[in-house]
């Protein structure tokens, strides 16, 4: 009879093993989970670059207005979708005037959508006068 020992001999146990496959997995999860939130935030911040540039785009356009009541009268949510700057997932257009035939006139553009169940909006808002 041959007696079997361990003494002596170098290796890792099974709960050793064990011990370091978990620690290996969080880190690894960790950083994959880092990965997926930066591409959350980075798709976020492009929705966010496009309905800032597209509520600008009707600002601008409001500029060439001859007069006020050329900007209030005019349907621009109507007239954002028909220049196709609805680009976005489910995006819509607000124009609010706060006061239409004050001079300045104060204008509040806001845009909106809806991405992965995420409402999303941009707001600007700026005071627009007309010399005569």
Same mark, same amino acid.
């Given at each position: /009879? ?5 003494? =002596?001999?170098? =290796? ?10 978990f620690i290996?997995? &969080?880190?690894?999860? @960790? %950083?994959?989970?880092?990965? $997926?939130?930066? /591409?959350?935030? $980075? =798709? !976020? ?7 800032? $540039?597209?509520?600008? !785009?009707?600002?601008?356009? /409001? #500029? ?15 007239? +954002?979708?028909?220049? =196709? ?6 995006? $819509?257009?607000? %124009?609010? !005037?706060?006061? +239409?035939? #004050? ?5 509040? *553009?806001? &845009?909106?959508? *809806?991405?992965? @169940? ?5 707001v600007l808002?700026?005071? /627009?006068?007309?010399?005569?």
């Open positions: /009879m041959s007696k079997f020992s361990l003494k =002596g001999k170098t =290796g890792f146990t099974l709960i050793e093993l064990l011990c370091a496959v290996l997995s &969080v880190g690894i999860a @960790g %950083v994959l989970l880092f990965f $997926s939130n930066s /591409m959350l935030s $980075s =798709g !976020y911040a492009w929705d966010m670059t496009v309905g800032t $540039s597209h509520a600008e !785009y009707l600002l601008e356009e /409001m #500029q060439t207005k001859e007069t006020l009541a050329d900007i209030t009268r005019t349907d621009w949510p109507n007239w +954002a979708q028909q220049q =196709g700057l609805a680009t976005l997932p489910q995006e $819509s257009f607000q %124009v609010v !005037y706060l006061n +239409a035939v #004050q001079d300045p006139l104060e204008i509040e *553009v806001q &845009v909106n959508w *809806v991405r992965k @169940g995420r409402n999303s909006n941009v808002k700026t005071k /627009m006068t007309k010399q005569p």
